[in-house]
Each structure stands twice: as C-alpha cells, then as structure tokens.
C-alpha cells in the first residue's frame, strides 16, 4: 500500500512540474512576442514621424506652407517662410520715412516708435522702428515676423515687410489712416477738449471687428495663438474706421489640448492682464477673452483701465463697472456721456453682458470668442459708416504700464 502511495505521489508531481514548466514557458513566450509588437509599432512610428517631418519640410522648401484665410478652415502655424514679405534696407525706410523724423511719429508701440512713410512706389506704409536690444528684442521681433507672414485675416494688421539690418530691426506694415482705438476714446487735442466723437454704431462695429481678430487667431489656428497684449492702442483703424488687430510682439502659441494652458512669465499691460494669468503664469485664450472684455468696457463707459486719480473704488474699471453691468435698471449710469442719446437700452444690456461674461474672475465662466463674436453680429448695422470727427491728430497717449 505504502508503495502505491509513493508511485501515485510521484506522478502527481511530475504533472504538477511539467504544467509548471509548460505555464513558464508560455509566459515567456507571451512576454517575447509583446515586446516585439511593441518593437514593431514604436518603429512603425518612428517612420511615420519621419514621413511627416518630410513632408513639412518638403511644403516649407516650396512654398506650400499652411497659411491663413480671412475665414474658416485650421492653419497650422510653422515658421521660417517668409512668402509674399518684402525685405528692405535700412536705407529704403531711413528714406521713406524723411529719416525717421518726429513729424513722422504716429505712435509709440510696446517695443518702439511707429513712423508714417511713403515707398517709391507710392503706397503708405507704417514702420515700426524696435528700440529693444538683446535676446528679447530679437525674440520679439522674430516673433512678430513669423506669426504675421504665416497668418491671413482682414482682422489682423497686414505685415508688408521687415527689416534685419545689422543691429537694426524694423517692421513695416500697411498704413491705417485713423491711428489707435485709444486715441479716438480719450483725445488729447485738437477741437474735441477730450470728449470722444466715437458714436455708439461706429463703436459696435469696432467691437466686432476686433473679436473677429481674436476669434481667428482661438479658432482658426492650430495651435491657437494667443495675443497676450490685448488692449484698445492695439485696435487700429483704417479711413473708414474698419478695425484690425495690431502688435504681436508678446503672443504666443497656446496648447492643443482642449482646457490646456502654457506656463510663461508675466506680461501685458495693467488692467488688462488676467487675474488668473497674473497669479499663476498659466496663459490660455480665455486670457485674451479678458482683455477683450475690458477694451469692451472702454468702449461703454469711456473710461481707462487703470486710473487712480478717480474716487475710491473707480480707480479699477473692471472692479468698479462689473457690479453695474448685470443691472438692467442701473447699466446706463456707466455709460460714456458722449454717446447718450444714440443707442437702444435692448442694446446695452445685450453688450454689458457680453463684457460681464468676458471678466469674469474665473476663466471657465468667460465665453469663447466665437460666442462673443455670434452675440454681437445682430447688435452691429450693417450701413456706410458715418464720417467720425477726429480729435487726436495720432498723438496717442501714454498707455498704462507694461508689466514684466
């Protein structure tokens, strides 16, 4: 009996070490053949990346880069092409503008003086002459040169060339006849003894038109391109008081990702900065939304940003207007005194809504700037534009501080 137990013993055994053996040898043999899939696909990718940088490259080489249109599809934002931008000397604009002279001066841009000029041909230009010098200077400028000769919207201001000339760097750009937004909203000269002459019509389409600038640059770009410097001197405006997005020095590409943000230092100008941006450096498009939101303040009330001299709580015009915006019976109180007469209340409250949702202190509350842009088309007439007195004579005022 003791002998039939050891035999029977014995054979359990075996079984139980060749299945162990067979199970050892299956993992093996499972884990080879995931690690040669895995092989496989990671070289697979490698060659499919290789494909694409090719064939950028290849679409860079001839020309066929992604460039922007005036409305919908995506473009896809690469640099080095330089298509369609004329290159000049400095000689050519030291010329075209009498020699960079203060009669020339039309304005004082983040990063230098802009100058008027004519080129031989005839046609009026506006030269942006850096004063900034070193790295940052240089990442400015490229910045400004590579975004504007790759992107293509009637919203935006058109880049005609640039100059890279030894140690100077100049950019030139088509000429708007009537200057900045800001100096038509708070004129310094001339007959208007500092009361703007923009009316309340002129002013809705300025609003859109300039959310049409950021909504190309959100929606429209892949990745988007945030503007980071949005503010009303940065609005300017042709003869006919058409608007187009200006200074692109401090943009910069957002994250693909829905909901992404990039991390950056702080920059932009007082009273226009995001709380979230300014505490954080997380930089998003909802960042421009509230800008946005702020320039559209001016556009209501007439009054600046950032103005201390102003009672207690008024010197902050988002903390003093956002109380009143969402008041139906009380909005007209802040509204700016020179338009009183010439706009429907049915209106104001529409638009003071619209500003209320784009300051709003937590990003995810503010609307994107497509919704902005499809709430205020029914507010916007669309008829010739009346002849707007102007006041300024381009002497734009000093600007809020840029914040670093």
Known sequence: MDGEEKRQEGITLAVISTLAALSLVSLLVAFAYYCHIRSKLARVRRQNDHGRKNEN??????GNGPVGGGGGGEVRVMVGEKAGVQVFSYKQLHAATGGFGK??????????SVYRGVLPDGRKIAVKLMDRTGKQGEEEFKMEVELLTRLR????????????????RLLV??????????EHLYPTGGTCA??????????????????????????????????????????????NFHAKVSDFGLAKLGSDKAGGHVSTRVLGTQGYVAPEYALTG?????????????????????????????PPGE???????????????????????AMEGQYSMKDVVQVAAIA????????????????????????????????????????????????E
């Open 194 to 239: 500092g009361v703007s002459k923009l009316d309340w019509e002129t002013r809705m389409k300025i609003a859109l038109e300039a959310a049409k600038g950021l909504e190309y640059l959100h929606e429209h770009v892949n990745p988007p391109v945030i503007h980071r410097d949005f503010k009303s001197s940065n609005i300017l405006l042709d003869k």
């Open 57 to 62: 490259a290849e679409k860079m080489e001839h």
């Open 103 to 112: 009669g020339n001066v039309v304005g004082h841009g983040s990063f230098g």
């Open 153 to 168: 919207s009637s919203y935006l201001l058109g880049l005609i060339g640039y100059c890279s000339d030894g140690s100077h």
């Open 356 to 403: 209320a949702m784009c300051v709003q202190p937590e990003a995810d509350y503010r609307p994107l700037m497509a919704d902005v842009v499809q709430s205020l088309v029914p507010l916007v007439k669309h008829k010739p534009t009346a002849k707007v007195a102007s006041c300024s004579n381009h002497h734009t005022p000093k600007s809020p501080a840029t914040s």
């Open 173 to 182: 750009y088509e000429f708007m006849a009537n200057g900045g937004l800001q």
């Open 282 to 310: 997380h930089l998003t498009t909802k960042s421009d939304v509230y800008s946005y939101g702020v320039v559209l303040l001016e556009l209501l009330t007439g009054r600046v940003p950032v103005d201390m001299k102003r």
């Open 315 to 337: 010197g902050v015009l988002v903390s003093w207007a956002l109380p009143w915006l969402t008041d139906r019976e009380r909005v007209v109180q802040i509204m700016d005194p």
